[in-house]
């Protein structure tokens, strides 16, 4: 499915779930924002690393495997209570730790390494206790311990996945997640449409293949597919690449890249909803409608917003990427029309992506309730 297909697809989701996207709101936002507020923060994907790569190789390795873990949103509260940080900072300290385990080898990510992942070992990196302590039920005095710890569900997804994966490799004799990256690369270089056949050998991997399907369409939310071919994008600034991304580079220069929809995860769509842009008056899901995505009072960060089921948060989050489509087309026409805002001619979904995600870590709204899902390892 071409990219802008996508973005159609998930716009007709929305649309049949009740859930709107208010045009109005979306001017009224980009009437607000000023260039001095996005531009900081247009980039702020987490993708630096305090690290010297031994080679490109590596950094793609370390950066695919990034993206294969870039997930367990709907456990936030469950991680900030562990380790006084969120998913995302606690998945980098996963895949900081593991390459850093061998001295900073490559080997340490490799396919055989992620096969053999355990929730233990990432609950050690996280230095998280694997068994949780209680009063015995019947003798006074006597603590009892259960096995699995307070992140044994998002460990036990996540090792599970380094599993699945380094299986998925090994079976077809890939050394690691990196070079499975870099032939994909290769091959889409050599195509028509390299971002589709990109997406496409990454999706084969089952942690990244972020679909369902609704009324009979296939939707693609590809939220860490997505984020992961805009890192390689990045990486293409390089003077000096492999092969693989030297031709990547090369199919670039005669084709302009096309441009992502955003990587949709809670963050987006909450913030979405905290600006109004999205609205659930005439949502099908009862938890949408009843939801208040607004700052608690006294800044509360751990009050859980509405969990959905595996559905439900598909088709918002299908609406959060439309809807974020609309934005960056409201964006150019004002751009269009009105001087002062020409610097909006730019904006990008990926953009618009960074700014909302680093706005949402601000005091002010890291207390605004969070959409949930729990069991997923997509987003």
């Known amino acids: 499915m071409a990219l802008h297909d996508v973005r159609a697809v998930c716009a007709d989701v929305a649309q049949d779930a009740g859930i709107r996207v208010d045009e109005e709101r979306i001017r009224a936002f980009l009437q607000s924002l000023t260039q001095d507020a996005f531009e900081p923060r247009k980039t702020?994907?987490?993708?630096?690393?305090?690290?010297?790569?031994?080679?490109?190789?590596?950094?793609?390795?370390?950066?695919?495997?990034?993206?294969?873990?870039?997930?367990?949103?709907?456990?936030?509260?469950?991680?900030?209570?562990?380790?006084?940080?969120?998913?995302?900072?606690?998945?980098?300290?996963?895949?900081?730790?593991?390459?850093?385990?061998?001295?900073?080898?490559?080997?340490?990510?490799?396919?055989?390494?992620?096969?053999?992942?355990?929730?233990?070992?990432?609950?050690?990196?996280?230095?998280?206790?694997?068994?949780?302590?209680?009063?015995?039920?019947?003798?006074?005095?006597?603590?009892?311990?259960?096995?699995?710890g307070p992140l044994k569900e998002p460990l036990e997804l996540a090792a599970s996945m380094c599993r699945d994966t380094g299986a998925f490799l090994l079976k077809r004799h890939i050394p690691s997640l990196g070079a499975y990256v870099l032939q994909a690369c290769e091959a889409a270089a050599a195509t028509d449409d390299a971002d589709a056949a990109f997406l496409a050998a990454l999706t084969e991997v089952p942690a990244f293949d972020d679909t369902f399907v609704d009324r009979g369409r296939r939707v693609h939310l590809w939220k860490k597919a997505y984020f992961l071919l805009h890192a390689v994008r990045g990486l293409l600034e390089r003077s000096a690449l492999p092969a693989a991304l030297a031709h990547l580079r090369t199919y670039y220069a005669g084709h302009a890249p096309a441009p992502l929809p955003m990587f949709v995860d809670n963050v987006v769509p909450t913030m979405l909803a905290t600006l109004r842009i999205l609205s659930f008056a005439d949502c099908t899901e009862p938890a949408l409608r009843d939801w208040k995505p607004e700052p608690q009072e006294g800044g509360a960060s751990d009050v859980q917003g509405p969990c959905l089921s595996r559905d439900a948060a598909y088709r918002v989050r299908a609406a959060a990427l439309a809807a974020g489509a609309q934005v960056v087309e409201v964006a150019h026409d004002m751009a269009r029309a009105s001087p002062d805002k020409a610097w909006l001619a730019t904006m990008t979904e990926e953009q618009l992506d960074a700014y909302l995600w680093s706005r949402a870590k601000d005091p002010d709204l890291r207390c605004v309730p969070r959409l949930c899902e729990r069991g997923t390892a997509m987003y």
């Open 44 to 148: 702020q994907h987490g993708l630096r690393f305090p690290l010297a790569f031994a080679s490109v190789e590596d950094e793609v390795n370390l950066v695919a495997v990034l993206a294969l873990l870039n997930a367990f949103s709907g456990y936030r509260i469950d991680f900030h209570k562990a380790t006084g940080h969120g998913a995302y900072d606690n998945v980098r300290r996963m895949i900081l730790g593991l390459y850093l385990s061998v001295d900073g080898d490559a080997a340490s990510l490799s396919a055989e390494s992620l096969a053999h992942v355990t929730p233990a070992m990432l609950a050690q990196l996280l230095g998280v206790p694997t068994h949780t302590e209680a009063p015995h039920p019947t003798l006074p005095m006597v603590t009892v311990g259960t096995q699995g």
